[in-house]
């Protein structure tokens, strides 16, 4: 069974101020997906990552695939309120039968203040 | 124009009842799934459906049966409802690796 260690598990800033949130493997995953959700409202793709050493950004939003494909980052630049929610990361296994399968992280919880 | 949208939206019952929650997709997708989220937020697949067949089943109590009518349609059935079903239910297809998901119904057993 493939894990993922996301951490912090919470995360509480100021306005402005810049935050990293990690994901970490002793897997490989064939891709690496970063899902935002809203209290009550079901997880929403952000982005997704395949290649080893991959960096997109999204605004504010930067994320790194790890050379070996067995990590992820995302960093944010500059805090808004309105980037509080639940962060989680999730896997793709590599290779394998489990068609489609995703094995999320335990999540990041952010809450910026105003 | 909802993409994956689930009823009910909550559902309070009392233990040892059954229950269904109704998914359906209007995206074209051929793989549908359900995932628990525990009320520490994590996110864990309990089906996946691809085409009508089961492909995914994850270490699930048998109480928990889901079918799948069409392609477009996945709905979960639960019999004798316990306190630790208790938890957000997720619905979410995909084209190919990346899932959208439902609005989740919120199960409360009591």
């Known amino acids: 069974t493939q894990l993922l260690e996301q951490s912090p598990q919470f995360l509480s800033i100021q306005e402005g101020e810049n935050l990293t949130v990690y994901c970490n493997s002793s897997s490989v995953f064939s891709s690496l997906q970063w899902y935002r959700q809203e209290p009550g409202e079901g997880p929403v793709l952000l982005v997704t990552?395949?290649?080893?050493?991959e960096v997109k950004k999204l605004k504010r939003l930067t994320f790194q695939f790890g050379d070996a494909r067995k990590d992820s980052s995302l960093h944010i630049t500059a805090a808004q309120p309105g980037d509080t929610g639940l962060y989680l990361c999730?896997?793709?296994?590599?290779?394998?039968?489990?068609?489609?399968?995703?094995?999320f992280g335990q999540g990041t919880i952010l809450t910026v203040h105003p | 124009d909802t993409a994956v949208s689930q009823t009910p939206k909550y559902l309070v019952t009392q233990m040892g009842n059954d229950k269904s929650i109704k998914c359906e997709q209007n995206?074209?997708?051929?793989?549908m799934y359900w995932y628990k989220q525990d009320s520490k937020k994590f996110l864990k697949i309990m089906f996946s459906?691809?085409?009508?067949?089961?492909?995914i089943n994850e270490t699930v109590p048998n109480r928990f049966s889901p079918k799948s009518p069409d392609k477009a349609h996945l709905n979960l059935h639960i019999n004798s409802l316990e306190l630790g079903d208790s938890a957000v239910y997720f619905c979410?297809?995909?084209?190919?690796?990346?899932?959208?998901f439902g609005p989740g119904t919120r199960l409360t057993v009591l």
């Open positions: 999730a896997g793709a296994e590599a290779g394998g039968t489990s068609y489609g399968k995703l094995t």
């Open positions: 990552v395949v290649t080893g050493g």
């Open positions: 459906y691809n085409n009508k067949e089961l492909i």
């Open positions: 995206l074209g997708h051929d793989t």
């Open positions: 979410a297809s995909s084209l190919f690796n990346e899932q959208f």
